[in-house]
Protein backbone atom coordinates (compact mmCIF):
# COMPACT_ATOMS: atom_id res chain seq x y z
CA UNK A 1 0.00 0.00 0.00
CA UNK A 2 1.16 3.41 -0.88
CA UNK A 3 -0.62 6.25 -0.28
CA UNK A 4 -0.31 10.26 -0.31
CA UNK A 5 3.50 9.42 -0.09
CA UNK A 6 4.27 12.99 -1.65
CA UNK A 7 2.69 14.24 1.57
CA UNK A 8 2.96 11.96 5.11
CA UNK A 9 6.00 10.91 6.25
CA UNK A 10 4.08 9.10 8.97
CA UNK A 11 0.45 7.75 8.63
CA UNK A 12 -0.97 5.89 11.68
CA UNK A 13 -4.61 4.76 11.66
CA UNK A 14 -6.60 3.09 14.59
CA UNK A 15 -3.56 1.59 16.27
CA UNK A 16 -4.23 -0.31 19.05
CA UNK A 17 -2.46 -2.45 21.88
CA UNK A 18 -3.92 -4.16 25.14
CA UNK A 19 -1.88 -5.89 27.54
CA UNK A 20 -4.36 -8.31 28.93
CA UNK A 21 -7.12 -6.80 30.06
CA UNK A 22 -5.51 -3.04 30.15
CA UNK A 23 -5.53 -0.70 26.72
CA UNK A 24 -1.90 0.94 26.32
CA UNK A 25 -2.75 2.35 23.23
CA UNK A 26 -6.51 2.91 21.88
CA UNK A 27 -7.24 3.29 18.02
CA UNK A 28 -5.10 5.81 17.72
CA UNK A 29 -4.94 7.55 14.13
CA UNK A 30 -2.19 10.29 12.69
CA UNK A 31 -1.15 12.43 9.86
CA UNK A 32 2.26 13.38 10.35
CA UNK A 33 3.36 15.45 7.14
CA UNK A 34 6.84 15.28 5.66
CA UNK A 35 9.16 18.06 7.46
CA UNK A 36 7.21 18.04 10.29
CA UNK A 37 9.20 18.68 13.74
CA UNK A 38 6.39 16.33 15.56
CA UNK A 39 6.27 16.50 19.73
CA UNK A 40 4.32 13.66 21.23
CA UNK A 41 3.14 14.61 25.09
CA UNK A 42 1.21 12.59 27.36
CA UNK A 43 1.11 11.87 31.45
CA UNK A 44 3.72 9.10 32.76
CA UNK A 45 1.91 5.81 31.17
CA UNK A 46 -0.40 7.62 28.52
CA UNK A 47 1.10 4.95 25.92
CA UNK A 48 3.62 7.05 24.20
CA UNK A 49 6.37 4.46 24.28
CA UNK A 50 3.88 1.71 23.24
CA UNK A 51 2.88 3.91 20.64
CA UNK A 52 6.25 4.86 18.42
CA UNK A 53 7.16 1.09 19.18
CA UNK A 54 4.36 0.07 17.36
CA UNK A 55 4.82 2.96 14.56
CA UNK A 56 8.03 1.51 13.67
CA UNK A 57 7.44 -1.71 13.83
CA UNK A 58 8.85 -3.13 16.91
CA UNK A 59 5.61 -3.93 18.68
CA UNK A 60 2.90 -5.44 16.66
CA UNK A 61 -0.59 -3.37 16.63
CA UNK A 62 -3.64 -5.86 17.73
CA UNK A 63 -5.73 -4.06 15.30
CA UNK A 64 -4.00 -0.69 12.95
CA UNK A 65 -1.99 0.03 10.71
CA UNK A 66 1.50 2.08 10.67
CA UNK A 67 2.85 3.74 7.25
CA UNK A 68 5.66 5.72 6.22
CA UNK A 69 6.00 7.48 3.01
CA UNK A 70 2.63 5.55 2.29
CA UNK A 71 4.88 2.41 2.94
CA UNK A 72 3.12 -0.04 5.48
CA UNK A 73 5.23 -1.61 8.24
CA UNK A 74 4.07 -4.94 8.39
CA UNK A 75 2.94 -4.98 4.49
CA UNK A 76 6.15 -3.55 3.53
CA UNK A 77 8.61 -3.19 5.87
CA UNK A 78 12.03 -3.50 4.27
CA UNK A 79 10.96 -0.38 2.68
CA UNK A 80 9.49 1.43 5.10
CA UNK A 81 12.32 0.35 7.83
CA UNK A 82 14.84 2.04 5.59
CA UNK A 83 13.32 5.08 5.93
CA UNK A 84 13.24 5.72 9.77
CA UNK A 85 15.95 5.94 12.33
CA UNK A 86 14.53 4.93 15.68
CA UNK A 87 15.80 5.45 19.21
CA UNK A 88 13.35 4.08 22.08
CA UNK A 89 13.23 3.51 25.62
CA UNK A 90 14.62 0.82 27.46
CA UNK A 91 18.12 -0.56 27.05
CA UNK A 92 18.29 -2.30 23.72
CA UNK A 93 21.87 -1.68 22.92
CA UNK A 94 24.04 -4.58 22.46
CA UNK A 95 26.15 -3.88 25.82
CA UNK A 96 29.17 -5.60 24.84
CA UNK A 97 30.33 -3.91 21.86
CA UNK A 98 32.09 -0.40 22.11
CA UNK A 99 30.86 2.75 21.29
CA UNK A 100 32.71 2.56 17.49
CA UNK A 101 31.91 -0.90 17.26
CA UNK A 102 27.69 -0.60 17.67
CA UNK A 103 28.21 2.05 15.47
CA UNK A 104 29.94 -0.03 12.63
CA UNK A 105 27.33 -2.88 13.29
CA UNK A 106 24.44 -1.02 12.79
CA UNK A 107 25.69 0.96 9.80
CA UNK A 108 26.81 -2.44 8.13
CA UNK A 109 23.82 -3.61 9.01
CA UNK A 110 21.50 -0.93 7.45
CA UNK A 111 23.68 -1.70 4.01
CA UNK A 112 26.50 1.12 4.16
CA UNK A 113 29.95 1.00 2.52
CA UNK A 114 32.71 0.46 5.56
CA UNK A 115 34.19 3.69 4.67
CA UNK A 116 31.17 5.58 5.00
CA UNK A 117 30.69 3.77 8.23
CA UNK A 118 33.85 5.01 9.52
CA UNK A 119 33.31 8.89 8.39
CA UNK A 120 30.06 9.22 9.52
CA UNK A 121 30.88 7.34 12.84
CA UNK A 122 34.04 9.43 13.73
CA UNK A 123 31.77 12.55 12.54
CA UNK A 124 28.88 11.48 14.89
CA UNK A 125 31.03 10.46 17.59
CA UNK A 126 33.14 13.80 18.00
CA UNK A 127 29.15 15.84 17.25
CA UNK A 128 28.00 14.13 20.55
CA UNK A 129 31.44 14.38 22.71
CA UNK A 130 31.52 10.70 22.64
CA UNK A 131 35.44 10.42 21.02
CA UNK A 132 36.84 9.17 24.51
CA UNK A 133 34.19 6.87 24.95
CA UNK A 134 34.35 5.04 21.38
CA UNK A 135 36.40 2.23 22.84
CA UNK A 136 34.92 1.55 25.86
CA UNK A 137 32.00 -0.84 26.21
CA UNK A 138 28.25 0.15 26.41
CA UNK A 139 27.96 -1.80 29.60
CA UNK A 140 29.92 0.94 31.26
CA UNK A 141 28.50 3.62 29.51
CA UNK A 142 26.72 6.32 31.69
CA UNK A 143 22.66 6.97 30.99
CA UNK A 144 22.93 9.95 29.13
CA UNK A 145 25.61 7.78 27.01
CA UNK A 146 24.07 5.25 26.24
CA UNK A 147 21.40 7.59 25.44
CA UNK A 148 23.52 9.55 23.01
CA UNK A 149 25.57 6.62 20.94
CA UNK A 150 21.60 5.09 20.62
CA UNK A 151 20.78 8.48 19.00
CA UNK A 152 23.96 8.10 17.22
CA UNK A 153 23.40 4.49 15.81
CA UNK A 154 19.92 6.31 14.70
CA UNK A 155 21.25 8.93 12.94
CA UNK A 156 24.00 6.77 11.13
CA UNK A 157 22.06 5.71 7.68
CA UNK A 158 20.83 9.25 7.17
CA UNK A 159 17.10 8.20 7.37
CA UNK A 160 14.63 10.58 6.09
CA UNK A 161 12.13 10.01 9.32
CA UNK A 162 13.72 10.02 12.77
CA UNK A 163 11.41 8.59 15.53
CA UNK A 164 12.74 9.18 19.01
CA UNK A 165 11.64 8.20 22.59
CA UNK A 166 12.83 11.34 24.89
CA UNK A 167 15.93 11.90 22.98
CA UNK A 168 17.06 14.77 25.62
CA UNK A 169 16.36 12.70 28.58
CA UNK A 170 19.38 12.42 30.82
CA UNK A 171 21.70 14.33 28.03
CA UNK A 172 23.79 16.78 29.28
CA UNK A 173 22.90 20.69 28.67
CA UNK A 174 25.66 20.96 26.03
CA UNK A 175 25.07 18.00 24.05
CA UNK A 176 21.60 18.82 24.11
CA UNK A 177 21.92 22.02 22.23
CA UNK A 178 24.14 19.94 19.71
CA UNK A 179 21.21 17.35 19.54
CA UNK A 180 18.85 20.25 19.53
CA UNK A 181 21.18 22.17 16.42
CA UNK A 182 21.45 18.37 14.45
CA UNK A 183 17.30 17.88 14.38
CA UNK A 184 16.49 21.55 13.57
CA UNK A 185 19.12 20.91 10.91
CA UNK A 186 17.62 17.84 9.38
CA UNK A 187 13.98 18.98 9.42
CA UNK A 188 15.35 22.33 7.68
CA UNK A 189 16.19 20.40 4.99
CA UNK A 190 12.87 18.58 4.57
CA UNK A 191 13.49 15.55 7.08
CA UNK A 192 10.85 14.19 9.54
CA UNK A 193 11.46 14.02 13.25
CA UNK A 194 8.74 12.41 15.73
CA UNK A 195 9.52 12.92 18.94
CA UNK A 196 8.23 12.37 23.01
CA UNK A 197 9.11 14.57 25.29
CA UNK A 198 7.93 15.33 29.49
CA UNK A 199 9.96 19.15 28.42
CA UNK A 200 7.03 21.38 27.49
CA UNK A 201 9.59 24.18 26.52
CA UNK A 202 11.58 22.15 24.45
CA UNK A 203 8.58 20.97 22.65
CA UNK A 204 7.18 24.61 22.31
CA UNK A 205 10.78 25.67 20.98
CA UNK A 206 11.06 22.86 18.23
CA UNK A 207 7.77 21.29 17.22
CA UNK A 208 5.55 22.52 14.44
CA UNK A 209 2.89 20.12 15.57
CA UNK A 210 1.89 18.21 18.34
CA UNK A 211 -0.17 15.49 19.86
CA UNK A 212 -1.24 15.07 23.74
CA UNK A 213 -2.18 11.52 24.39
CA UNK A 214 -3.97 10.51 28.18
CA UNK A 215 -4.49 7.13 28.64
CA UNK A 216 -3.91 5.51 25.09
CA UNK A 217 -6.16 7.99 23.19
CA UNK A 218 -5.09 11.33 21.39
CA UNK A 219 -6.84 14.01 23.17
CA UNK A 220 -5.74 16.73 21.10
CA UNK A 221 -3.35 16.94 18.12
CA UNK A 222 -2.50 20.05 15.38
CA UNK A 223 0.12 22.89 15.20
CA UNK A 224 1.48 23.69 17.95
CA UNK A 225 -0.80 26.94 18.08
CA UNK A 226 -3.36 25.09 17.11
CA UNK A 227 -3.00 22.91 20.54
CA UNK A 228 -2.10 25.15 23.15
CA UNK A 229 -4.52 27.99 22.50
CA UNK A 230 -3.84 31.60 23.45
CA UNK A 231 -1.71 30.03 26.40
CA UNK A 232 1.28 27.77 27.15
CA UNK A 233 1.54 23.95 26.06
CA UNK A 234 1.78 23.19 29.71
CA UNK A 235 -1.37 24.86 30.70
CA UNK A 236 -2.84 23.10 27.46
CA UNK A 237 -1.39 19.70 28.45
CA UNK A 238 -2.50 20.37 32.00
CA UNK A 239 -6.30 21.17 30.77
CA UNK A 240 -6.55 18.09 28.59
CA UNK A 241 -5.09 15.63 30.69
CA UNK A 242 -7.35 16.71 33.72
CA UNK A 243 -4.06 16.94 35.99
CA UNK A 244 -3.04 20.02 37.92
CA UNK A 245 0.20 19.72 40.96
CA UNK A 246 -1.32 19.53 43.81
CA UNK A 247 -0.38 21.20 47.06
CA UNK A 248 -0.21 18.09 48.69
CA UNK A 249 2.52 17.47 51.50
CA UNK A 250 4.11 14.02 52.97
CA UNK A 251 3.79 13.69 56.19
CA UNK A 252 7.02 12.27 57.56
CA UNK A 253 8.84 14.69 55.04
CA UNK A 254 9.79 17.83 57.45
CA UNK A 255 11.91 19.04 60.04
N1 LIG B 1 5.05 -5.06 28.05
C1 LIG B 1 4.09 -4.56 28.81
N2 LIG B 1 3.31 -5.34 29.56
C2 LIG B 1 2.33 -4.83 30.32
N3 LIG B 1 2.03 -3.50 30.40
C3 LIG B 1 2.79 -2.68 29.67
C4 LIG B 1 3.86 -3.14 28.85
N4 LIG B 1 4.42 -2.07 28.23
C5 LIG B 1 3.74 -1.00 28.67
N5 LIG B 1 2.77 -1.35 29.53
C6 LIG B 1 1.82 -0.45 30.18
O1 LIG B 1 1.23 0.35 29.18
C7 LIG B 1 1.07 1.69 29.65
C8 LIG B 1 1.75 2.63 28.68
O2 LIG B 1 3.17 2.47 28.84
P1 LIG B 1 4.16 3.34 27.98
O3 LIG B 1 5.54 2.94 28.38
O4 LIG B 1 3.78 3.24 26.56
O5 LIG B 1 3.83 4.81 28.51
P2 LIG B 1 4.60 6.18 28.31
O6 LIG B 1 3.58 7.20 27.91
O7 LIG B 1 5.74 5.98 27.38
O8 LIG B 1 5.11 6.47 29.78
P3 LIG B 1 6.36 7.34 30.34
O9 LIG B 1 6.06 8.77 30.02
O10 LIG B 1 6.29 7.09 31.81
O11 LIG B 1 7.61 6.83 29.70
C9 LIG B 1 1.62 1.71 31.06
O12 LIG B 1 0.52 1.58 31.96
C10 LIG B 1 2.51 0.50 31.14
O13 LIG B 1 2.53 -0.03 32.44
Not at 51 to 80: F, N
Not at 155 to 177: I, T
Request: aromatic share 6%; charged share 20%; net charge negative.
Amino acid sequence: MRTNQAEEAFHLDGLTKHFGDFTAVDQVGLSIPVGSFFGLVGPNGAGKTTLLSMAVGLIRPDSGTSAVHGHDLWQAPKEAKAALGVLLEGDMLPRRLTGAELLTYVGLLRGMKSAEVADRSAEVLRALDLVSAADVVVADYSTGMRKKIALAAALLHGPSVLVLDEPFEAVDPVSAATIRSILTGYVARGGTVVFSSHVMALVELLCDRVAVLDAGRVVAHGTLDEVRGGGSLEDAFAHLVGAQPTAETLSWFRF
